[in-house]
C-alpha cells in the first residue's frame, strides 16, 4: 500500500524546472508533501485533499489527480534551497493514517 | 519555546538496554507519531497516539513501547535495544491522522552497539 515515486532520484541545474510524481492503487482521501534535507526533519510543503482543496505554502504548486489516484508536486525555475529529499504521504481514508512513499532525491546544482 | 522537542538528540546503547526517548509538543496537538527512518525505507510509523492515554500500533512496532499519559508528552522505550534498532526516530505532532499537516521534532540518531 506503500505509494510509489517517481523519479527516485534527479538532477536539475538551477533554474530549471522539475515534477516529482506519487502515485497508489488504492482510491485516496488525500496527498500529502514533505521534503526533507538532510540531517534535518521533514517539513511540510502541501496537502491535496479529495475533492480539490488544497492546503500548503503559496509557492508550491501540486496536482491531485482523483480518477488515477495520482498526484504531482511541480518545482519551477529551481533554487539551490529546493534541493533535498521530497516525500508524498497518502491516505485513504480521513480516519487512517499517513502512509510514506519511499521518497525523491533533488539535487540542484549552480 | 513552542513546538516539538525531542530529548536526547544522540544516543548510543549497548544491546540488551533499555532506552527511553523523549518527545514534547507544546501545541495541544492530539495526535501524536514515532516514526524511524533508515536508509532507503523512508518513514515508518512505529506507535501513534490520538489522545492522552490512548494509544495505537503502526508498521513496526515491534521491540517499542509508548505510553501517553498527557497531552504534551509522547515517550518511546526499546524495552531490549538490538542493533536493528539503529535508526534516526522522528517524533510528529497533528490535529489529526490524515486531513492536517504533521509537524517533526528535530530527531533522535540512536546508536545500539
Known amino acids: 500500500q506503500q505509494p510509489v515515486q517517481s523519479p527516485q532520484a534527479v538532477i536539475l541545474r538551477e533554474g530549471e524546472d522539475a515534477v516529482i510524481n506519487c502515485s497508489s492503487s488504492k482510491a485516496l482521501y488525500s496527498v500529502h508533501w514533505y521534503r526533507q534535507k538532510h540531517g534535518e526533519a521533514p517539513v511540510f510543503l502541501m496537502i491535496l485533499l479529495k475533492g480539490g482543496e488544497q492546503k500548503g505554502h503559496d509557492k508550491i504548486s501540486a496536482s491531485f489527480n482523483e480518477k488515477k489516484q495520482q498526484s504531482s508536486l511541480y518545482l519551477t525555475a529551481s533554487q539551490l534551497s529546493y534541493s533535498g529529499t521530497y516525500f508524498c504521504g497518502t491516505v485513504m481514508d480521513s480516519n487512517y493514517q499517513l502512509i510514506w512513499g519511499a521518497g525523491t532525491k533533488l539535487i540542484i546544482k549552480p | 519555546d513552542a513546538g516539538i522537542t525531542q530529548s536526547p538528540r544522540y544516543k548510543i546503547t549497548e544491546t540488551g538496554r533499555q532506552v527511553t526517548l523523549m518527545c514534547h509538543q507544546t501545541w495541544s496537538h492530539s495526535y501524536m507519531f514515532w516514526y524511524r527512518q533508515d536508509l532507503g525505507h523512508g518513514l515508518r510509523l512505529i506507535y501513534y497516539s490520538a489522545a492522552a492515554d490512548i494509544t495505537d500500533k503502526g508498521e513496526v512496532p515491534d521491540g517499542y513501547v509508548v505510553s501517553r499519559s498527557k497531552t504534551e508528552n509522547f515517550p518511546l522505550t526499546l524495552e531490549s535495544a538490538t542493533r536493528s534498532q539503529t535508526s534516526v526516530y522522528f517524533c510528529?505532532?497533528?490535529?489529526?491522522?490524515?486531513?492536517?499537516?504533521?509537524?517533526f521534532g528535530p530527531g533522535t540518531r540512536l546508536t545500539v552497539t
Open positions: 510528529a505532532s497533528s490535529n489529526s491522522r490524515g486531513s492536517y499537516e504533521q509537524y
